[in-house]
Nanobody, 125 residues
Framework: QLQLVESGGGLVQPGGSLRLSCAAS????????IGWFRQAPGKEPEGVLCTSRSGGFTFYGDSVKGRFTIFRDSAKNTVYLQMNSLKPEDTAVYYCARMSQLPNCRLVATEYDIWGQGTQVAVSS
């Protein structure tokens, strides 16, 4: 029963902040690179950012550089996506995912093997 469960989504005003949680069950998050992806209605999935197995490397999608960050709470076996300076274009369902093999990460969806169910983020005034 390996699973990831996202939470923390909701409605936020442009310029606001939101923190998403990704809680793991059945495995230890620290052993894997973790990525966040998002998908807006009618659009292809988009890689948001990912963090390496060690936590020492983060790869950011161009659209979120300087605004989003990822960090781990090992004690809670949870990864967080901190989203700041939110824009309407950030509206999407956000998914966390576990990278299947590599210690580092890149935003290629097929390289992730466990996905959460997603949490909705809406950025609107």
């Amino acid at each position: 029963q390996l699973q990831l469960v996202e939470s923390g989504g909701g409605l936020v005003q442009p310029g606001g902040s939101l923190r998403l949680s990704c809680a793991a069950s059945g495995f230890t998050l620290d052993g894997y690179a973790i990525g966040w992806f998002r998908q807006a209605p009618g659009k292809e999935p988009e890689g948001v950012l990912c963090t390496s197995r060690s936590g020492g490397f983060t790869f950011y999608g161009d659209s979120v550089k300087g605004r989003f960050t990822i960090f781990r709470d090992s004690a809670k076996n949870t990864v967080y996506l901190q989203m700041n300076s939110l824009k309407p274009e950030d509206t999407a369902v956000y998914y966390c995912a576990r990278m299947s093999q590599l210690p580092n990460c890149r935003l290629v969806a097929t390289e992730y093997d466990i996905w959460g169910q997603g949490t909705q983020v809406a950025v609107s005034s």
